[in-house]
């Protein structure tokens, strides 16, 4: 009988400290502000540290991390660089292939992924120029990525993993005159959760 007694009164103890236990759900989470790492800050013995420098004087570095606020020296700092966040970075492979036609131009090509987190909504742009530097026609076209699926419900086909690529064709109207002299190609992309 005795142990039954002890054996609900463990029990009894661990209910009641789950109880006192606040429950976290990621609205919580996400009211509290992460200082933004944009600094790495290499010291004399060897420390590394990654935060924000919020101020500084002759002396000292103010530092905000994840852990608090440090106050450093001057004179223990090796170097300091800008912290650049992993993004997306997609290039053109190659030249695009350029069908000329007398109304129209079709642009077809493929870019990539060299970045560590994937882009979304990439777009590709072409501008026509004359030989006069004359803005002649532009247009875009998004390519054809991977299949995603985002919070917000919406489906896209546009977006490209790291190290992957997609290919895009881009049809321009263009006028008979002027003439088209060369092309300029850029590519543009946001980058979602």
Known sequence: MQNQIDSLRAIVKVIEKYQSMPTVDEDIINLIKVPDLQHRIELT??????????????????????????????????????????????????????????????IIGTVINNGEIRADFVRTE?????????????????VDGAMITYKSG????????????ANFKIVIEKPLAPEVEYRTYAIRWVRTN
């Open 45 to 106: 013995n060897g420390t590394v540290i990654l935060g924000e420098i919020i101020d500084e004087n002759a002396d000292e570095l103010f530092i905000q991390t994840t852990l608090g606020r440090l106050v450093i020296t001057k004179d223990k700092v090796i170097s300091v660089q800008q912290e650049r966040p992993p993004g997306p970075k997609v290039e053109m492979v190659g030249d695009p292939f350029v069908n000329v036609f007398p109304d129209r131009e079709e």
């Open 126 to 142: 072409a501008k026509l120029w004359s030989p006069t530097t004359q803005l002649v026609a532009k247009d875009s076209a998004f």
């Open 154 to 165: 919406v489906i896209s086909d546009t977006s490209i993993d790291p190290g992957q690529t």
